[in-house]
């Protein structure tokens, strides 16, 4: 498969029809791959940045899917003291109960579903998403890009993988030695080809209007874009 262009073939988690306790096992192996590659690095160091020194923020994390970030966001608030109202929302209505199944009462993050453009009328410091972007057409990335930068008073962040070859390549060996699901090792290796390279952002902002914006690779095979108001 080329990578010079971005792959438009769907991806079989996203299916209406996926069964909720293969969408869980899915999710909860997805888990396990951002704990492997490292994947919470980039968006704790953008709220290291955005929070400051604020003693409490309000987020939202669109397409939470088991809801690992917004669990790792949680342990950072604690770990500093701040108050962090934690809000996550999902398309996918299976995502939710997974995510409260793994979820410690006491972190008390607020998971609904649903589509994020629901939500504009709420007050948001910090909207971020991780592996969403590529999920999206062009035309559903560029309003994504407009609703955050409406909606967010403090920053945004995307947080997505690198279309890349080495990662495309080496992908589905480490999902096999790993033993994580099949429709993580083949939905995985097409959302590298499904993602974006550090080129195609910059129109991308433009045609949402928005300036101000940093893109930025993370290793291993991340790419990352950040607004900090
Ligand atoms: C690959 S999963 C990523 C899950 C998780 N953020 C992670 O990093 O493992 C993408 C998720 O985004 C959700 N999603 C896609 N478009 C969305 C939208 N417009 N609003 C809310 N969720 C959306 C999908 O339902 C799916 O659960």
Redo the contacts with the bound molecule.
Sequence with gaps: MTLSVRAQAEER??AEDLPADVLAAV?AD??QV?TVTM?ARPTLGFLKRAVGDRRSFRLLD?????G??LRRIARWAQRRGVAADLVG????PN?APAARAHTPPAFDIDYRT???AALADEPWDVVV????AH??SHA?LVDFVRFMDANARVGWFVNDLHRHGFAHWGFPILATVAGWHEIVRADGTL?IARSYRPAEWPPILAEAGVTGAVVQRVFPFRLCVAKIR
């Design positions: 988690m996203d999710l997805l888990a951002n994947a669109v397409g939470f899917g088991d690992d970030m929302i999902d398309l996918n995502a649903g589509d994020y998403s991780s592996l969403v999920h999206m559903q959302s």
